[in-house]
């Protein structure tokens, strides 16, 4: 009776330990691109999940236009060594896994996506700016080369679906004919296990249907950007790089024609290493950095020449085909509309323009301290000079006074003066 007591208890509880389990789901908030910033971030926490053991699932919320094929490759590594199960989701609706997002969610340990979003289009591009020539001999080695890249990234992708038992023809036609999936699509064609409105219902599922635990609550652990994580985020996009590089050139020269202003140098300096940890993710073009100096240049020697603001219109134009060549890609979210840049080009062309005649304008101004700020000035003669010396009333006080040339400088008589020398006015008549 005793021994049918305690079994019939320990069912009890086995029972509820089921039914009654709080799991706990740690969420890795991906909506960027795919590069080495991003990338960083993801394999950062899934590490961290892993090494506290705090959580039963790992769901990315992903959203991204696609990136870099590099990043995407640690990034799926990281995700199949993972020990805690993870769980890609495209979320909310409206957004999309595309290009190397699609690598990712196809990666997970499951895969699912919120009604209205959609994956695919994972056909790869080239980062080189201007690789291909009317050439017949350099179009061939670009086709070939291309070639090469989407049987690799094929391969990819068909490693990554038979690993994880997805449809491996609907896949590789994501990556060689750049189809791109609906949701409901994605669950028809064996892409991805679930469509669900919310990541509760979403990780609710995954327990009861995948892993066999009835889950009554679900505590969500929410991972997103540090500060430090934003910063290098938004140093990563094409737009602000661009600016980085035309802030920090303008910056310097005015540095150069203003020595000592100090700040101008300062920020272009801190400006351009900013641009250059940008170029680690971005496709810089050497010969769009030239233009955009020399378009700078130009600006600055027609305070120099007398040009009729031929030597101005040049370094606009320069500026604007060095901008429109400085960051080329066909990566979704590496690349610049024509018109922005040929605005901002010109907006900051022309502002530079504005500060160089602002410098140069002070510079020619008289100067109004010291013995240079008496020159020009006009003083009154308080005695018939002899021999051209005598004495002048200028500024509240009474100067000796020697004329440069012959003159005939009589009582009251105004003069110029046009120098100073050991305390005595240098002056000639009015």
Known sequence: MKKSILFGFLIFISFFSVLGKDVKCGIIKFNDTVQPVSAEFVISEIREFNRNKSVNLILIELNTPGGLLKSTREIVSEIFESKIPVCVYVYPSGSQAASAG???????????????????????????????????????????LAEKIVEDTAAFIRSIAEKRGRNVEFCEKAVKESKSYTAKECLKYGLIDFIEENPETLVKKIFSEKLGIQADKVVFIEKD??????????????????????????????????????????????????????????????AGMLFIILGVLLIIMEF?????GFLTLGGLFSMVVGSLMLI??????????????????????????????????????????????????????VVDFENGKGKVFFNGEYWDAECEENCNVKKGDKVLITGIEEMILKIRGV
Do not use: W
């Open 102 to 144: 699609f690598f990712i969610l196809m990666s997970g340990d499951f895969a699912a996506m919120s009604p209205g979003t959609n994956a695919g289009a994972a056909h790869p591009v080239s980062l080189m700016p201007g690789i291909s020539t009317d050439e017949k001999k350099n179009e061939k080695k670009d086709n070939v």
């Open 304 to 308: 120099k020449i007398v040009s009729y």
């Open 328 to 381: 080329k890609s066909d990566l979704p979210g590496f690349s610049l509309s024509p018109s922005s840049i040929i605005f901002t080009a010109l907006a900051f062309g022309i502002l530079f323009a504005f500060f160089v005649y602002l410098i140069v304008k002070a510079q020619k101004q008289q100067v109004f301290t010291g013995k240079e700020s008496f020159i020009g000035k006009k003083a009154e003669a």
């Open 225 to 286: 950007y540090s500060l430090r994580e934003r910063i290098l985020s938004i140093l990563a996009s094409p737009e602000i790089a661009y600016l980085l590089f035309l802030a920090g050139i303008i910056g310097i020269f005015i540095e150069i024609k203003s020595p000592g202003a100090v700040f101008p140098g300062l920020f272009g300096a801190i400006c351009l290493i900013l641009f250059f940890f940008s170029t680690r993710v971005i496709p810089v073009s050497i």
